[in-house]
């Protein structure tokens, strides 16, 4: 049984990455900060017939990251599949941006991203197997007023998978960024209903995404049948940007 941890899996896109992928038969390593939600998750999926195992992790401090990665290597002897999902945000215009903003975001999202990868590719290149899949976004693809520390992180997540996927592919590993559009989550939560009538109207689907239509993108990525792609970045985001 292949072995997938899933950061940030307690809510959200992660969540329902995780939940997919246990449904398909992977074993799942569910990593986030709040070790409760993802116990609950862990005993949903148990109950479901999956497997899934719990542990905490915080993608913005590069200690924690080699504690968790160490004690899942540990518990489960090696992680066959990455998916970097972890992200925040802390918008703001740049001419007034606060550094601990540009810098709590660029460390979890993309440094974290980094780290975490750092941890699971020597087991990985040993097996001659592996799959990373790192979770981007649009806005790194076209840019987005008031997020330039969210945009420079998910665009430093392209460059990343791009460089990585040349180093490893020879070891039989792939490295792809999935680049969601606007997804019902916490993270969207908090725009205004004007702006969501505004995304609609833009977004050629006319619908906003929902966590499932990034799992499935994951589930392909990670599976036998995606085995020739590697350094994409696949957009869902119902057209909103091609
Ligand atoms: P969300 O609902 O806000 O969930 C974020 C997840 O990241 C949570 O599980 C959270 O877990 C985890 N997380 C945050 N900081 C963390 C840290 N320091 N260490 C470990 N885990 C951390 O967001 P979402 O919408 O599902 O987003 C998931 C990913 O998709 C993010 O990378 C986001 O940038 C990207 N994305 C989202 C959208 C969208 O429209 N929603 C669009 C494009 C890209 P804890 O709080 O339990 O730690």
Redesign the pocket.
Known sequence: MKIALV?????????ACAKLLAKSGYRVVL????LD??QELAREIGEAGGHADAIV?????QESIANAMAAAAKDFGRIDILIN?????KDGLAVRMKPADWERVLA??LS?AFYAIQKVLPAMMRERWGRIVN?????GEMGNAGQAN?VAS?AGLIGLTKSLAHEVGSRNITVNAI??????????QVLSQELRDKMVANTPLRRI?T?DD?AHAVKFLVSDEASFITGHVLDVNGGIYM
């Not at 992790?57 to 401090?61: K, R």
């Open positions: 950061t940030g899996a307690s809510r959200g896109i992660g969540r990593a986030s900060r709040n939600k993802l992790i915080d993608m913005g401090s999902n972890a992200g925040i945000t979890t999202n974290g979770v981007s976004s649009v806005v969210y998910k680049a969601p559009g606007f997804i019902e989550t916490d993270m969207t995404g966590p990034i």
